[in-house]
């Protein structure tokens, strides 16, 4: 069966670090795939599509890989802040009909200062 | 713009009631969707709106129904309520053209009796 994964257990980081969290994926061949950020009692909010031709996408602070053939994507947020503090979704579609997305249970992000 | 706005925040519900979530978006968007999010579970799409005038099932349709009002509006209803419908419950939406990021609204959190 389709599988999306990331790491459940919370990921404690230092201020002024650099954040590294992983999307694992089974059964699938997504065209895109997307990040999102949640805030505790409030909706996600889109960060980065990446595509399947494409190895890397920046913006800003945050990074994205995306290796079709580990089946996996990398988000990076480098000198990451405690306003960075979220849970992080990863999300891939189902197919191109209907824009759907299957997301994963998202990790959740804590940076100290 | 308001973006995706949903009614009501919060709900309790005894058993057996009926109620429907209401969900609107101001972006002239195509694609309308309904999720349910529960712990360790992620987001879990309900039904989804390609176009107005269509919906199909996702991936747990069971226990609701939808209607597509018109272009901007997307409702869902849930005829008897029961226990395991606890959930928080996300709207979104995307223009289902090249941009396939999704635009979440607030979330409404109901819980059954």
């Known amino acids: ?113 | 713009n308001a973006g995706v706005t949903q009614t009501p925040k919060f709900q309790v519900l005894k058993t057996g009631q009926s109620m429907t979530l209401q969900c609107a978006q101001d972006m002239n968007h195509n694609s309308m969707y309904w999720y349910r999010q529960d712990p360790g579970m992620g987001l879990r799409l309900i039904y989804y709106s390609a176009s107005e005038g269509t919906t199909d099932k996702g991936e747990v349709p069971n226990g609701y129904n939808v209607s597509r009002l018109n272009k901007r509006e997307f409702s869902l209803r849930l005829e008897s309520a029961a226990p395991s419908q606890t959930s928080v419950y996300f709207c979104a939406s995307t223009s289902g053209t090249q941009r396939r990021e999704q635009y979440f609204g607030p979330g409404t959190r109901l819980t059954v009796t």
């Open chain 1, 1 to 113: 069966s389709q599988k999306i994964e990331q790491n459940s257990e919370a990921l404690n980081i230092q201020e002024g670090k650099t954040a590294t969290l992983t999307c694992n994926y089974t059964n699938y061949s997504p065209a895109y795939l997307q990040w999102y950020r949640q805030d505790p009692g409030r909706g996600p909010v889109f960060l980065l599509l990446i595509r399947e031709n494409e190895k890397e996408k920046r913006k800003e602070r945050l990074k994205v890989t995306f290796d079709t053939t580990l089946k996996q994507s990398l988000f990076h947020i480098t000198a990451s802040q405690p306003a960075d503090s979220a849970t992080y979704l990863c999300a891939l579609d189902r197919n191109n009909a209907g824009n759907m997305l299957t997301f994963g249970g998202g990790t959740r992000l804590m940076v100290k200062p």
